[in-house]
């Protein structure tokens, strides 16, 4: 697709960062423009025409606050301190094209997890962008670094189901059950995986949908082992 069909899907929207109330626009993706090509088990969603992941991440130049478009808005009082104490001297502006690919979004998306790291933002958040991450290395398919991501987005899930109130990120209790036997059953933790799934299984709140993708996923692991 060429640049000019693929601005036509793009707008420019008017952001205040929640740190220094700087203004800038950041390239948006048109609500009706995105086309749903396939859906992975892991939740990613592949997408034609133009990809939303790629668009996610929004970064304020002024201060270097980066953060993904849910969150950019919802930092407290004392995160905003600490992005200006751990996060702005170590800033460098930086420029991005209007039209991003798979390696500027992940640029972007390890902007944002190191926000994360440097003000302590919730576990599930860490998880969140890690596996954004991992997706986008499966589109360049680079599997050592998907690899890599998925680890961090399992730990970041497996404190974040312990210790922080549903739904996370959308993400009903049922769901990121499932999620973690998937996460483990794609990184080889098996016996990991299959403890998951069946608790997805047998929780009486799992949806009839996110049990049928538990019981696919315990039937992988079983034929690859036989």
């Keep these: 697709m060429s640049d000019t069909s693929i601005l036509n899907h793009l707008f420019d929207k008017q952001i205040v960062c929640p740190v220094c109330n700087s203004h800038f626009k950041a390239k948006t993706v048109k609500s009706k423009s995105p086309r749903v090509i396939s859906k992975d088990s892991d939740f990613f969603i592949r997408y034609s025409v133009v990809n939303p992941y790629f668009y996610d991440v929004l970064i304020c130049n002024s201060c270097g606050y980066a953060a ?3 969150d950019f808005e919802k930092l ?3 995160k905003k301190e600490l992005v200006l104490s751990n996060v702005t001297p170590k800033w460098k502006p930086r420029e991005y094209p209007h039209i991003l690919d798979e390696k500027l979004a992940i640029e972007r998306y390890k902007l944002a997890l190191l926000n994360a790291m ?3 933002l919730p576990n599930s958040t860490k998880g969140m962008i890690s596996l ?3 997706w986008l290395n499966r589109l360049l398919d680079n599997n050592i670094q998907e690899t890599l991501f998925l680890k961090q987005a399992l730990e970041g899930f497996n404190t974040a189901y312990m210790t922080e109130i549903f739904p996370i990120y959308g993400l009903q209790r049922d769901s990121l059950m499932y999620l973690l036997g998937e996460l483990n059953r794609r ?3 098996n016996q990991d995986a299959l403890q998951w799934y069946s608790k997805t299984i ?3 709140n799992s949806s009839y949908k ?3 993708m538990a019981r696919v996923g315990k039937d992988l692991i079983k034929t690859a082992n036989t």
């Design 132 to 134: 954004k991450i991992a």
């Design 202 to 204: 047998v929780n009486t």
């Design 187 to 189: 990184l080889g933790n």
């Design 68 to 70: 993904m478009r849910s």
């Design 76 to 78: 407290k009082s004392h």
């Design 118 to 120: 440097l003000i302590d």
């Design 210 to 212: 996110i049990k049928e």
